[in-house]
């Protein structure tokens, strides 16, 4: 466990969920597979689940250290509500130790040691309204961590007509899943390589719960999910692992979960790597596509491979460059020329209808607020 300073009161800490109390002032922290073991004055490995008095705080509640305005599709995820903005937040800390890491800045901090706000859930839904924005998306890091937070922001979105969104490496046990995923609309899961030794040596975590995370969002909720692969030069790139993937989520998870491959840059403690090449995207696409699934898209690159086809007349559908949507030529949810329904959260001019209401009459009950 890590030494932690608590600079805050016991009194203003908001008390975890998902622990028990153990001998000698312990704790127990089952919300994710590494089943930390806290002693007192400590934090888990995450930094942001803490040990004060023999009772497990997150000190994540309330106090993101990232908020911006996204387009959904950098989530990714290209088959809800597209083209439309998204409220991002994170805090400081993670539950994996990937080498990696492009938010590196946050995620292996405690939290202490970023610079962050005290914004209450309602607060989170009064700032996205008032840019405009559906949905609100945790992110950055890993949003598990901080479920607390997650769920009481999801409470007050859906009074408000709000989405939203978890942007999670899936790392999250039986426990604590339907707490968390029953409330939440959307998710990309990060399957950042499909062997048991990049797990273990890259990430410092395990292949198996990942996998099992995406059987239950399957099989058990209605939450609109995607999978994003980072492909990393020398790590996880050679075909045969890619095939390996591909094969998997077909066979559990069906062709329609659309997949994203996408592009490294060196960064953290993988400086030595270098950035994939398009080539790498493009083989992996093709391969997926070849095994049968019917959404697979690159990221991080320009590419054809971020535009989304009907997988039955090869018709496209939404023309994207980047992150930028700049055709959209669905017609409730359908493909225009053959009629072929297509998977997804769209967006149409009712529902744009809706959520524009939403927001309006959610404005009112916010408007008070100096943000």
Not at 78 to 87: E, Q, S, Y
Not at 113 to 133: F, K, T, Y
Request: with cysteine; glycine share 8%.
């Amino acid at each position: 466990m890590r030494e932690l300073q608590i600079v805050q009161k016991t009194a203003a800490l908001h008390e975890a969920r998902w622990w028990e109390p153990e001998a000698g002032g312990k704790v127990h922290c089952y919300l994710c597979p590494r089943h930390c073991h806290i002693g007192q004055g400590q934090a888990g490995f995450c930094f942001i689940r803490a040990n004060e008095s023999g009772k497990l705080y997150s000190l994540g509640y309330a106090h993101p250290a990232a908020m911006q305005i996204d387009p959904i599709e950098k989530k990714p995820l290209n088959h809800f509500l597209p083209g439309t903005r998204v409220f991002s937040m994170g805090t400081a800390g993670c539950n994996m130790g990937c080498f990696f890491c492009q938010n590196w800045d946050i995620s292996k901090s405690r939290a202490d040691q970023v610079r962050s706000s005290n914004v209450p859930p309602e607060d989170v839904v009064s700032l996205a309204i008032r840019h405009g924005c559906p949905s609100i998306a945790f992110t950055y890091n890993e949003p598990t961590i901080w479920g607390e937070y997650v769920i009481d922001i999801c409470h007050a979105a859906r009074e408000a007509g709000l989405k939203t969104v978890m942007v999670s490496n899936g790392y999250i046990t039986r426990q604590a899943f339907h707490d968390i995923y029953d409330h939440i609309d959307a998710a990309n899961i990060d399957l950042k390589a499909f062997t048991e030794s990049f797990y273990g040596r890259i990430t410092l975590t395990h292949l198996q719960p990942v996998l099992e995370t995406l059987e239950w969002l399957k099989n058990e909720t209605s939450v609109w999910f995607e999978i994003t692969n980072l492909i990393i030069p020398t790590l996880n790139d050679a075909p045969a692992e890619t095939r390996a993937l591909a094969e998997w989520v077909i066979e559990h998870l069906g062709p329609d979960v659309p997949l994203h491959f996408t592009a490294f840059h060196p960064d953290f403690k993988l400086q030595d790597k270098p950035r994939t090449p398009a080539g790498t995207l493009h083989a992996a696409r093709a391969t997926a596509i070849e095994v049968g699934l019917h959404y697979v898209y690159e990221g991080n690159i320009y590419s054809d491979g971020a535009n989304t086809s009907c997988p039955s007349c090869g018709t496209i559908l939404i023309r994207r460059s980047w992150h930028d949507v700049q055709k959209n030529s669905l017609r409730d949810g359908a493909c225009p020329a053959c009629g072929m329904a297509i998977p997804g959260r769209w967006t149409n001019s009712r529902t744009r209808a809706e959520l524009t209401g939403a927001r309006a009459s959610a404005a009112e009950r916010y408007e008070d607020l100096n943000l």
